[in-house]
């Protein structure tokens, strides 16, 4: 030191004196995330001590470099007011920062229903401290058509292994290019997974990636080679779960099971699984669960059929024992909801989302049974807690259109606010602003951003167009109930099994299509209605009057980025519901007399007419005489070029139709020729005879525009009887 003015003494020995306090606090702060994985208590205090370690530097250095001074109880005026001052400041924005955190344990004990129905408690992961994992589709290194649907066939079941391990929550994502997945995952998780794959000499090789989400570096990767595609991904599970630094002792808290124990371990079962077509898996295994409670829950998600939902919910219930326990707990709630069971599918739903509350399966689920009981508050509260623990688009997506339904629009826009601040180079979040706009009547603003829209995203003009006379008719206009109120009521659709309700709730018209969640119409006009979001998804309704002036069925057209979807919803009323259920009790002389009153008061609901048609025919038949009529046409219809064929067969004396990939289907005759079905309205069947031998058979489908049958393309629509 000799040579030196002692102030620079001092300040080597303060830079001295903070280096080894900076040690020490970091050797520290090491020690302290030990012990907190040790004991399972909140990582947030490590976060919590560093910056309290780091807000005092300013303090430190003033006691470091007047040490002396200080020690001898010698302070000055400045060093009163800063000393607290700096404290106070760090104490503030520790509060601010962390108030709201969990600073307690990582874990918490649960009481839950397993697969037996018996109440049961298990140590889980708090929501707040499981780790997002974003997933996306591997990409092929050497493109080959066939082998195509291994891609997504390793996300997808990747996906399902690592649902089984409560530390972390993953998702399945479809963006393909860097840019969109680090747009998609920023918002909610660190980082996320992608990667590659080829296929060489019956040889699998698998590249995966953990990636940075804020920038899509990679952070880690492995690649993994072998003969066997399902043990290949379980690898893939168990070094994803390594790559993101999961403690051990977290790993091995949660039951593990291998791909080929609950999922199949048949290739050609999954890769039929994989691409939707759940019914071709099951016929390739016929214990597949997951593929019978996948195609359950599609049929009562789309209403298309009762027989299948509860076909398929009955057998994922049998084999649910090959299942992870989420799915397990999804499978029983499916069978309650397949039957109409909506108390105990709710309250199993509730126990199970305890313990995986991210589960987007099963708060589908509980959305579409809020829907079912014209719960939008509990619709509200769901979202926002979900929302709250996880910035996951699913989330992002269910906590907006909550927000609308309860009829917050401020508040809905300043989350849209937020986002695009977070996100500013972001042009797909600007657009969710438009339907609060359009709702609260600001012309201008929403003018102004839907041709933004239209400039930026030109390509889904078919979706964002529908807003455009919501617009004009909301400019400055105040709408009154009785303006609401004329909409209301339940409309059965003439394509499904599905019913929209739709309801008032204060100033707002609220839409509850079967199984789905609940969202807000956006008034069009006198007799239109809107609903959706921009560049997502989007449908009008063309409401129809009757003579009397009253809405009796709505023309809708839903319109998607892979194209649209027209039809027709009829409202219901007393007459037609009572008639169904006496239908439905098979007793024909009260059913003819109570569609007579449904046609009476509703003149214009085609499709009455033909089950009336139906009950006449009938009543002149007895059993044997139904039975040999329906003893003709059974057999299997096809046609060379066309691959999926048409299936008719008994079963319990009733004539069933069938056909690969779409729900089965009761017929019933109308005449000896001709068929209609109770689960498609604007679906009839009808056959061509050779002698009293059916040879061909054909569909008709009902255009309500032109009022008139038509055969909807005789490529596919005409088959021939197999002999």
């Known amino acids: 030191m000799a040579g030196k003015n002692p102030k620079t003494r001092k300040w080597l020995t303060t830079i001295q004196y903070l280096a080894a306090y900076l040690v020490a606090a970091w050797t520290f702060l090491q020690f302290l995330e030990w012990i907190l994985n040790r004991y399972q208590i909140s990582p947030h205090w490590v976060d919590i001590f560093l910056w309290f370690f780091v807000g005092i530097i300013p303090s430190l250095?003033?006691?470091?470099?007047?040490?002396?001074?200080?020690?001898?109880?010698?302070?000055?005026?400045?060093?009163?007011?800063?000393?607290?001052?700096?404290?106070?400041?760090?104490?503030?924005?520790?509060?601010?920062?962390?108030?709201?955190?969990?600073?307690?344990?990582?874990?918490?004990?649960?009481?839950?229903?397993?697969?037996?129905?018996?109440?049961?408690?298990?140590?889980?992961?708090?929501?707040?401290?499981?780790?997002?994992?974003?997933?996306?589709?591997?990409?092929?290194?050497?493109?080959?058509?066939?082998?195509?649907?291994?891609?997504?066939?390793?996300?997808?079941?990747?996906?399902?292994?690592?649902?089984?391990?409560?530390?972390?929550?993953?998702?399945?994502?479809?963006?393909?290019?860097?840019?969109?997945?680090?747009?998609?995952?920023?918002?909610?998780?660190?980082?996320?997974?992608?990667?590659?794959?080829?296929?060489?000499?019956?040889?699998?090789?698998?590249?995966?990636?953990?990636?940075?989400?804020?920038?899509?570096?990679?952070?880690?990767?492995?690649?993994?080679?072998?003969?066997?595609?399902?043990?290949?991904?379980?690898?893939?599970?168990?070094?994803?779960?390594?790559?993101?630094?999961?403690?051990?002792?977290?790993?091995?808290?949660?039951?593990?099971?291998?791909?080929?124990?609950?999922?199949?371990?048949?290739?050609?079962?999954?890769?039929?699984?994989?691409?939707?077509?759940?019914?071709?898996?099951?016929?390739?295994?016929?214990?597949?669960?997951?593929?019978?409670?996948?195609?359950?829950?599609?049929?009562?998600?789309?209403?298309?059929?009762?027989?299948?939902?509860?076909?398929?919910?009955?057998?994922?219930?049998?084999?649910?024992?090959?299942?992870?326990?989420?799915?397990?707990?999804?499978?029983?709630?499916?069978?309650?909801?397949?039957?109409?069971?909506?108390?105990?599918?709710k309250e199993l739903v509730e126990m199970q989302l305890e313990i995986s509350p991210q589960n987007q399966s099963l708060n589908n689920i509980l959305y579409g049974i809020y829907g079912e009981t014209k719960d939008a508050q509990g619709f509200f509260n769901t979202a926002l807690e979900r929302f709250s623990a996880s910035k996951s688009f699913y989330n992002i997506e269910n906590i907006a259109d909550a927000t609308l339904v309860i009829g917050d629009y401020e508040e809905y826009l300043k989350m849209v606010n937020l986002y695009i601040s977070l996100n500013p180079g972001n042009n797909f979040i600007f657009p969710f602003s438009l339907p609060p706009l359009i709702l609260k009547g600001d012309e201008q603003a929403a003018r102004s951003t839907y041709e933004k829209i239209r400039l930026v995203h030109p390509n889904q003009d078919t979706i964002n167009k529908v807003f455009e006379p919501a617009i004009d008719f909301m400019a400055d206009r105040k709408i009154d109930q009785d303006y609401l109120q004329a909409f209301t009521g339940v409309y059965r659709s003439h394509q499904s099994e599905a019913t929209v309700d739709l309801w008032v709730e204060e100033d707002r018209l609220l839409n509850y299509y079967s199984n789905q969640k609940i969202r807000i119409m956006i008034p069009a006009g006198a007799n239109q209605m809107v609903i959706g979001e921009p560049n997502q998804y989007s449908a009008s309704y063309d409401f129809k009057r009757d003579a009397q002036g009253e809405f009796y069925a709505a023309k809708v057209e839903e319109h998607y980025q892979n194209g649209r979807v027209p039809y027709w919803i009829w409202k219901l009323d007393d007459t037609i519901t009572t008639a169904e259920e006496v239908l439905q009790q098979g007793d024909y002389e009260k059913a003819e007399a109570a569609f007579k009153a449904a046609i009476k008061a509703n003149p214009n609901h085609y499709y009455l007419r033909y089950v009336l048609q139906h009950i006449a025919y009938v009543k002149e038949k007895d059993s044997t005489q139904l039975l040999e009529q329906y003893q003709k046409v059974v057999g299997t219809y096809s046609k060379e070029g066309v691959e999926n064929t048409r299936k008719l067969f008994l079963k319990d004396g009733k004539l069933m139709y069938k056909r690969q990939g779409i729900a089965s289907k009761q017929l019933f005759p109308i005449s000896e020729t001709r068929y209609l079905n109770l689960s498609s309205y604007r679906l009839h069947f009808e056959f061509e005879f050779e002698g009293d031998e059916a040879v061909a058979s054909f569909s008709w489908l009902y255009d309500p525009d032109k009022q008139e049958w038509e055969n909807y393309g005789a490529e596919l629509n005409y088959l021939f009887k197999e002999q």
């Open 61 to 345: 250095l003033i006691y470091l470099y007047h040490q002396e001074r200080i020690n001898k109880r010698i302070i000055k005026l400045r060093e009163k007011i800063i000393f607290p001052t700096n404290v106070i400041l760090v104490i503030i924005g520790l509060y601010i920062g962390f108030g709201t955190t969990d600073l307690g344990a990582t874990t918490k004990e649960i009481a839950f229903v397993d697969s037996f129905g018996e109440m049961t408690q298990t140590t889980i992961t708090k929501e707040e401290f499981r780790t997002e994992i974003p997933i996306y589709n591997f990409q092929q290194v050497n493109e080959n058509k066939e082998l195509k649907w291994i891609g997504e066939g390793i996300s997808e079941l990747l996906y399902y292994d690592l649902s089984q391990d409560k530390n972390i929550a993953p998702s399945l994502n479809y963006a393909r290019s860097t840019a969109d997945k680090v747009l998609e995952s920023s918002v909610a998780a660190s980082v996320y997974v992608d990667g590659t794959y080829d296929i060489v000499d019956d040889e699998y090789t698998i590249e995966v990636n953990v990636r940075d989400s804020k920038n899509g570096n990679i952070k880690s990767s492995e690649t993994f080679s072998g003969v066997d595609l399902l043990d290949l991904v379980d690898e893939v599970s168990v070094y994803v779960r390594q790559a993101i630094a999961l403690p051990e002792d977290n790993r091995l808290q949660y039951l593990d099971l291998s791909i080929k124990e609950f999922v199949s371990t048949s290739i050609p079962a999954i890769k039929e699984f994989v691409y939707s077509n759940y019914e071709n898996a099951i016929d390739l295994d016929s214990t597949f669960a997951l593929a019978y409670l996948k195609s359950s829950r599609r049929n009562i998600r789309f209403s298309r059929g009762k027989i299948d939902e509860q076909a398929h919910a009955d057998k994922a219930y049998r084999y649910r024992e090959r299942l992870p326990y989420d799915l397990r707990m999804e499978a029983m709630a499916n069978k309650y909801l397949a039957y109409d069971e909506f108390d105990k599918a």
